[in-house]
């Protein structure tokens, strides 16, 4: 039977000798926004796009979309937000970027503004730190209902679609 001090021992050893996943830094961009209108599904859409991440989304380094999708309290008969829920969205935004994008966890390609939601989308290579993140924030935000997405756009196909809206 071995001592309690030797089975601490192996223990230690194995958890430190195993490597932590490889994190990478997010790659380097110039933000680049633009504001598209046009519509998605009948119905009018705004869109504001971060072309600065035109050349990383061409090589597709960034395999994840971290989605934030906030339903609208008082929509306009449009489906968009009205001047008042703006100003609460834009705090949220900068909540959203501060903890995702000025952290160094995704990168923030799109805000669209349609059918009574905004969705904030970013890309990451990090779910994990992302999921961590949306599970923090979705505590701290309970004023509006706010559900969290990460999933799998390798070809960053949500990013393009929205671009390409005339």
Not at 110 to 132: C, H, Q
Not at 149 to 161: A, S
Request: aromatic share 12%; proline share 5%; glycine share 4%.
């Amino acid at each position: 039977m071995m001592k309690p001090t030797a089975s601490f021992l192996v223990l230690l050893y194995c958890f430190c000798t195993t490597s932590a996943p490889d994190i990478r830094p997010l790659p380097e961009f110039s933000e680049q926004w633009e504001v598209r209108g046009g519509r998605y599904a009948d119905k009018p859409v705004l869109v504001r796009i971060n072309r600065g991440l035109d050349s990383i989304a061409n090589h597709n380094p960034l395999t994840w979309q971290a989605a934030a999708s906030v339903q609208l309290r008082h929509p306009l008969p449009s489906g968009l937000p009205d001047s008042m829920e703006v100003k609460t969205l834009e705090k949220i935004e900068k909540f959203l970027t501060y903890r995702l994008a000025t952290s160094g966890i995704a990168l923030f390609g799109l805000k669209v503004e349609t059918d009574n939601r905004v969705d904030y989308i970013f890309y990451t290579d990090n779910k994990i730190a992302v999921k961590k993140t949306f599970d923090h924030i979705g505590e701290m935000i309970n004023d509006y209902r706010i559900d969290f997405t990460v999933k799998r756009d390798r070809k960053w196909l949500t990013y393009r679609w929205f671009s390409s809206i005339e």
